[in-house]
């Protein structure tokens, strides 16, 4: 089997800091693989090397089944089918909006008119068709990257590396955006690693998500497992709201258990260990206010279509998701209850 994307393996060190460890990870047919990790945790860094701009210290990547890099040699970015948005990846100084986007199409083997119409229509997607004739120099920042997303989308390759494309751009456009990729996916099968710190982004569009951690790929899984079954107090954090809250295990079951908390007995999906004691997150849409448990609210965010609720409980704090506005303030006693729960393989505390 051939994947449009193949590392195998891969390190990378700066100078002597190693910044990918042994990192191994595939993408699929059609499949947009988020990479998700906080600032600094590697994605630029594996992001580049697919496409070919800092060399291996160890290691091999296949695109599309053919090695294009190992610690020995590797090929050029312009042999490597790949369309890429960098954060910080300029644009040819010389050339306007229309004509950067025109290029990739052009090079596909359409003539002047024709890419120059497919080039115009996919600034207007981005909304800077008006910008048509401005060189770079002339672009805000965000606008920029929009010409630079065009062009990539221009390409059409089989492979897109996206590294936080939307951080500059407002939420319509990230939608755009996103349909626009979809899209093209559909059409053309393309696969796209997409590289995030934000998880709620990755959660929307990834087929899969892996979580990165000091370049170290430290689980990858569905959005749906990697936000129900984190690995580990970091990984939980990193990819969600997450109340981690100590309890007291009546009875263990593998669909459903029991738990003590405050001295009531509440009965959870979700397995535990039979320990007597677990460290389990619960995500804000796994417990509801009004219940048997007592607690006091300590902030409340309204968000528009929801409002999310701090509670203090015996157990610990607690974050609560509940559609509409506030139905409570701060300081004020509430009741809850508790529905779910996903007891953290590695429930040690967290370390600093
Ligand atoms: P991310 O994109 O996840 O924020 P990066 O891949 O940019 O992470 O950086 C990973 C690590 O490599 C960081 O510790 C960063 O300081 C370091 N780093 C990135 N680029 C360079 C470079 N050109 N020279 C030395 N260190 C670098
Ligand atoms: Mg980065």
């Given at each position: 089997m051939t994947f449009p994307l193949e590392c195998r393996g891969v390190s990378i060190a700066y100078e002597a800091e190693s910044v990918l460890r042994a990192l191994d990870l595939e993408v699929g047919d059609e499949e947009v693989l988020a990479v998700l990790g906080p600032s600094g945790s590697g994605k630029t860094t594996l992001l580049y090397a697919v496409a070919g701009f800092v060399e291996l210290a160890g290691g091999e990547i296949s695109i599309g089944g053919r090695i294009v890099a190992t610690a020995h040699g590797q090929d050029p970015p312009e042999e490597r089918d790949v369309g890429f948005v960098f954060q910080h990846y300029a644009l040819w100084p010389h050339l306007d909006a229309l004509d950067t986007v025109a290029y990739p199409l052009r090079r596909r083997g359409l003539d002047g008119d024709g890419a120059a119409s497919q080039a115009r229509d996919l600034l207007e997607r981005m909304g800077i068709a008006h910008l048509a004739h401005r060189k770079p120099a002339e672009l805000s920042g965000?606008?920029?990257?929009?010409?630079?997303?065009?062009?990539?989308?221009?390409?059409?390759?089989?492979?897109?590396?996206?590294?936080?494309?939307?951080?500059?751009l407002d939420t319509p456009l990230r939608v755009?955006?996103?349909?626009?990729?979809?899209?093209?996916?559909?059409e053309s099968g393309a696969a796209a690693v997409y590289a995030t710190h934000d998880s709620g982004e990755a959660l929307a569009i990834a087929d899969r998500i892996a979580l990165l951690r000091?370049?170290?790929v430290v689980q990858v899984g569905s959005p749906e497992a990697i936000y129900a079954k984190p690995n580990d107090v970091w990984a939980a954090r990193l990819t969600g709201p997450a109340s981690i809250l100590d309890v007291e295990v009546a009875r263990a079951g593998r669909r459903e258990s029991v738990l003590r908390c405050d001295g009531r007995t509440?009965?959870?999906?979700?397995?535990?260990?039979?320990?007597?004691?677990?460290?389990?997150?619960?995500?804000?849409?796994?417990?509801?206010?009004?219940?048997?448990?007592?607690?006091?609210?300590a902030q409340v965010w309204y968000r528009g279509p929801y409002t999310d609720y701090r509670l203090e409980t015996a157990v610990g704090l607690v974050e609560i998701?509940?559609?509409?506005?506030?139905?409570?303030?701060?300081?004020?006693?509430?009741d809850w209850c508790l529905r779910r729960v996903w007891a953290i393989p590695d429930g040690a505390p967290e370390e600093s």
């Open positions: 965000g606008q920029q990257q929009r010409v630079g997303i065009a062009r990539a989308l221009a390409g059409r390759p089989a492979l897109y590396l996206l590294d936080e494309p939307t951080a500059h755009a955006l996103q349909e626009e990729l979809a899209e093209q996916r559909q000091d370049g170290r509440v009965k959870v999906r979700g397995a535990v260990p039979d320990s007597g004691r677990a460290s389990v997150l619960v995500r804000p849409d796994w417990a509801e206010l009004g219940g048997d448990l007592p607690g006091r609210v998701r509940r559609d509409g506005p506030p139905v409570a303030r701060p300081g004020e006693r509430v």
